[in-house]
């Protein structure tokens, strides 16, 4: 196709589209800009309603690095490790909770725990 047959073709809409503009400057190649910036064109932009619709709205970590926080372990491992934690840095959810690097003053090792097996210190 050479550029006469694409430029005289209607733009196909896909149903349930919607359409946004934006400012978009014209600058001539070889020339030189004007002293007012240059021509102001609009250009038509058509997004599918089904990208701008499905944004996922994304939820913050509950807790800071810094924070102290306690912590309750689950019975299947060690009972005796629940107990006041410092937060060092914020991971990755694993699926459907936020997970943490937390360390405790009396431990030379640092334990990853979920959100949920985590509390505000009071």
Excluded: C, W
């Amino acid at each position: 196709m050479n550029k006469r047959s694409v430029k005289g073709r209607a733009v196909r809409e896909p149903a349930g589209a919607r359409v946004r503009k934006a400012a978009v400057s014209r600058r001539t190649p070889g020339k030189a800009e004007p002293k007012n910036g240059g021509a102001i064109a609009a250009i038509t932009v058509t997004v599918p309603s089904q990208i701008a619709v499905r944004t996922p709205l994304l939820r913050a970590h509950k807790f800071r690095v810094g924070q102290t926080v306690l912590y309750t372990s689950s019975p299947i491992s060690r009972p005796g490790a629940s107990g006041t934690y410092k937060v060092v840095k914020l991971l990755p959810s694993d699926g459907d909770d936020y997970q943490y690097r937390i360390k405790n003053p009396g431990e030379a090792f640092e334990r990853v725990a979920k959100e949920s097996q985590l509390e505000h210190d009071h």
